[in-house]
């Protein structure tokens, strides 16, 4: 069930048009798994990001994979086994830091649509000519924020992106203002002191106002 680059990307677009964030979540109990993702989903985030950064993260994606209306991807995945145990969990997507030829080679023998990161024009450059035109712009605010997007997208209009790295409510505007911008990872619609309180009706109230972000 291989996929091309290009049929990749075209998948991992659509994901990113469900709305104009998409969380990116780091959690550490999979007993938070399902209520966290159906307060984003009530709230307008379908696509979900579970970042591969706790031992829980695989089992979590187990849970959220079930949760009606989600598209729940991995983050954080950096070598082929990272993309093999995504894929065994259930995720839908993948997203990545930066990308290597054996990371997208791993990716498209799965079928994995992929969001690859890239943070240069060259960068940006290398993955269009495999044939990614949705990337992954990270770390965002440390590389220069929206102003450094907007240049990048003067000359490189036909790569779109879903910048991530410091993206907040305050600045989420900026991004979302830009044309080669679909959507903005964020991880405040689910901030760890109210995922640790269970307070769902809170998370749902930022995922409400974060799909609301004009774009």
């Not at 075209?10 to 964030?21: D, G, S, T, V, Y």
């Not at 054996?102 to 024009?121: Q, Y």
């Not at 790295?165 to 505007?173: E, L």
């Not at 959507?183 to 009706?201: I, N």
């Amino acid at each position: 069930m291989s996929i091309t680059p290009q049929e990749a990307s075209r998948k991992a677009r659509e994901i990113c048009e469900l709305a104009p964030i998409v969380p990116v979540l780091v959690v550490h109990d999979v007993a938070h798994a399902r209520p966290l993702a159906e307060a984003l989903v009530a709230g307008g985030l379908p696509a979900l990001e579970v970042t591969l950064r706790t031992p829980a993260a695989l089992d979590v994606i187990r849970e959220m994979a079930q949760v009606e209306g989600g598209v729940v991807g991995a983050g954080t995945l950096v070598t082929p086994a990272d993309v093999q145990a995504a894929v065994e969990a259930g995720a839908k997507f993948g997203v990545s830091p930066g990308a290597t030829p054996k990371l997208l080679d791993a990716a498209e023998e799965a079928g994995l649509p992929m969001l690859p990161g890239a943070a240069t024009a060259s960068e940006a450059m290398a993955l269009l000519e495999r044939g990614y035109d949705m990337l992954k712009f990270f770390p965002a605010e440390a590389s220069g924020g929206a102003p450094a997007l907007k240049a990048i997208g003067a000359p490189l209009p036909q790569i779109k992106f879903c910048p991530t790295g410091g993206v907040s409510p305050k600045n989420a505007p900026d991004y979302l203002g830009l044309s080669n911008v679909v959507c903005a990872g964020g991880s405040w619609v689910a901030p760890g002191d109210l995922v640790k309180a269970g307070d769902w009706a809170g998370i749902e109230a930022l995922a409400r106002d974060a799909s609301q972000l004009p774009r």
